[in-house]
């Protein structure tokens, strides 16, 4: 009797397609792979373009937040970005400190070592009237509270003990610097004599507020509920990074 042979088992056939499903999915994850490099690679360029503005406004705006317009790779490569919006919370404008800055710069042009130049910057900066609260006190006027007055384009200051000397200032431009005028001033509700008025007349003059640098002189002030509000809108502006 001769022994049975047992045939060897049949192996399954692949699944049609197999291949090509393999190949889409390699081709899928090398997409992937490419966009996260490209991504990763967008990002790091963008925040690097944002950096040296950040740096280079430094010096006139202390610390801001830059925020870029478009592509960081784009503006690495052409030297350039078309434009920026900057914003921070501690400008400086002579001996007022804690203004608002949030401007919108076009045609940034950056170079080595923070310098470069922008075609034209636009936007505001707002002293708050706690800031300028702090620049009358250390002005020497002892005021208390600063009351803005949208309506009336003025703010209503509480100087003295108690609050007995109420003084009305309005904000002016000198030369693209912020000053303030006397409007008006009473001391117990009756009006203040006149040496007290000439006195704080002086002290509003002895130090008035300066721009962040002669190319953002402000063209234009106004009181918002906020504080005093002064517009920039400047055409070519250069930047000098740490100088």
Do not use: C, K, Y
Request: charge should be positive; aromatic fraction near 0%; avoid cysteine.
């Amino acid at each position: 009797m001769n022994p049975t042979t047992t045939a060897p088992p049949r192996r399954p056939a692949p699944a049609p397609g197999t291949p090509r499903r393999r190949r889409a999915r390699l081709l899928l994850a090398g997409a992937l792979a490419a966009a996260l490099l490209t991504g990763a690679a967008e990002a790091a360029a963008t925040a690097a373009v944002e950096g040296r503005v950040e740096d280079a406004l430094r010096p006139r705006l202390g610390p801001t937040h830059a925020d870029l317009h478009g592509s960081g790779l784009l503006a690495l490569a052409r030297g350039r970005a078309a434009g920026i919006t900057v914003a921070g919370d501690d400008a400086p404008l002579g001996p007022v400190t804690g203004a608002a800055v949030r401007l919108r710069l076009d045609g940034t042009t950056l170079r080595g070592s923070g310098r470069g130049t922008v075609d034209a910057a636009r936007g505001r900066i707002t002293v708050p009237a706690g800031a300028v609260r702090a620049w009358l006190r250390s002005s020497g006027l002892p005021v208390s509270d600063v009351t803005p007055e949208p309506a009336a384009g003025t703010l209503r200051l509480g100087a003295g003990p108690g609050g007995a000397l109420t003084v009305t200032l309005r904000p002016e431009l000198r030369g693209g610097r912020l000053g303030f005028t006397l409007d008006g001033a009473t001391l117990m509700g009756a009006p203040a004599p006149e040496r007290l008025t000439q006195g704080i007349r002086d002290r509003l003059a002895a130090r008035p507020p300066a721009p962040p640098g002669p190319a953002l002189e402000p063209t234009a002030v106004r009181i918002t509920e906020r504080g005093v509000e002064l517009t920039l809108d400047t055409g070519r502006l250069r930047l000098a990074g740490g100088g």
